[in-house]
């Protein structure tokens, strides 16, 4: 599988992978999203502190990606070389399961899209839904098992379906722009949320973090840059200017509808907010742009929920049975466990009270401890000055662009509070087992040192985690 993609990728080529990975279900849920959580004022706030953090990180890949290209198997590459093996499974079990928990995001986001003309998909989460996306989910497995790869012109129409309809929707709503609106809801004048500032900020964090999900992009295929600087230039330049596109999409709807009316949309609420301001057309337009993208989306996540567990396989952090591949180069063991995954995730969506929102932050929650790792050891390198031999000056910039990276991801999870840290834990205590069987395969003891104290938090987290659901003190 890895040895047929290109060898030669231009900044360009790495620029569009982080605008693409990117850009996917979240941005098209914003307006509901953010409406429902604060104004205008918090969430310019919520923009700046993403913005800012983001920012960090990706100037953390960029350091990292020039100070240690040996390290391009993926970002658990970074994890595994700062803090250990066992830091290095998780960072990799972690990353999987947000690309398969995305995934699930984006059948949810289909079929409530769909729910608009067939109301027996309800919001994605309906048994006809399930039903359905588990049809479609079989399908792309099966296609991918025969040697499917991403095509140029299925990218090329991709990207256009994701791209129109994002700026045809901020073209039309600029036009539409009423101040006198816009300054009645900058101060939340009729709260759909009686909370203060702070924490009607806090409630937006995770959505911003899964709209930032695949800045790491560039990253992850970095063995395959022509020049090992455009790494860092890609991811600078594909989130300054998805960033630009989320504002934007987040702040204009303030503008033409009251808070209150775009809080009550059904998702995809940007589809809603066109329909709203144009007419059936607007909707439909939307949907069938989403629809097209989301789908292109999950076929690229599909295929980098099973490069995260080839890579990982052939770097020694997985099971081995995951690097075997089938006659036609896929490695078709990580295909089955990914999808039998989302599968169960997909079904686990019939018990949830709103499945979208679920999945958005649960994959933001557990996205951060790979970021967190990644921040750590862009911190860790600059206080120890490893690398620093060469362009020694640039040491107090990297500490200090490390530093807030770390304190941001450590500040998000923190935010996205106890409730997901808790239901992480359930997901990230089982995957130990294939640590278990890792350190079997290579003759060598499970956990040494440090790594008993991080998985006994992982396990205690897991133990209160299933309790807590158990007992209804956490509802999904």
Known sequence: MTSEKPRSLSLAALASMVVGSMIGAGIFSLPRTFAHATGPVGAVIAWCIAGAGMYTLARVFQALAERKPELDAGIFAYAKAGFGDYAGFLSAFGYWLVAC???????????????????????????????????????????????????????????????????????????????????????????????????????????????????????????????????????????????????LVTLLPYAALARTEVAAMRQPSMASVLEALV????????????????????????????????????????????????????????LWLTNIVIQLFVISTLFSEDAFALMVKLSSAMILVPYLLVAAYGLLLALRRETYDTRPQERSRDLIVAGIATLYAAFMIYAGGLKFLLLSSILYAPGTLLFVQVRREQNKPVLVGAEWIVFAAAAAGCLVGIYSVATGQIAI
Request: aromatic share 12%; charged share 10%.
């Open 101 to 247: 928990i995305a995934d699930v995001s984006y059948w949810v986001l289909i079929k409530s899209t769909l729910g608009a003309f067939f109301p027996f998909f309800g919001n994605g989460d309906t048994v006809p839904a399930v039903l359905v996306s588990s049809l479609g989910l079989w399908l792309f497995h099966f296609t991918i098992l025969r040697g499917i790869r991403e095509a140029a012109i299925i990218n090329t129409v991709v990207t256009v379906a994701k791209v129109v309809p994002i700026l045809v929707f901020i073209v039309i709503l600029i036009s539409a722009f009423n101040a006198d609106l816009f300054a009645a809801n900058l101060w939340d004048a009729e709260p759909v949320s009686p909370v203060g500032l702070f924490q009607q900020i806090r409630a937006t964090m995770l959505i911003t973090v899964f709209v930032f999900i695949g800045i790491e992009g560039a990253s992850v295929y970095s063995r395959y840059a022509q020049k090992r600087s455009d790494v860092g230039t890609a991811t600078i330049l594909g989130f300054v200017g998805v960033l630009c596109l989320l504002v």
């Open 279 to 334: 007419g059936p057309w607007g909707g439909i337009f939307v949907s069938i742009g989403l629809i097209v993208s989301v789908l292109g989306a999950y076929l690229a996540w599909s295929l980098i929920c099973v490069e995260v567990l080839f890579a990982a396989a052939k770097s020694g952090d997985m099971p081995k049975i995951f690097a075997n591949e089938n006659r036609h180069k896929v490695p078709a063991a990580a």
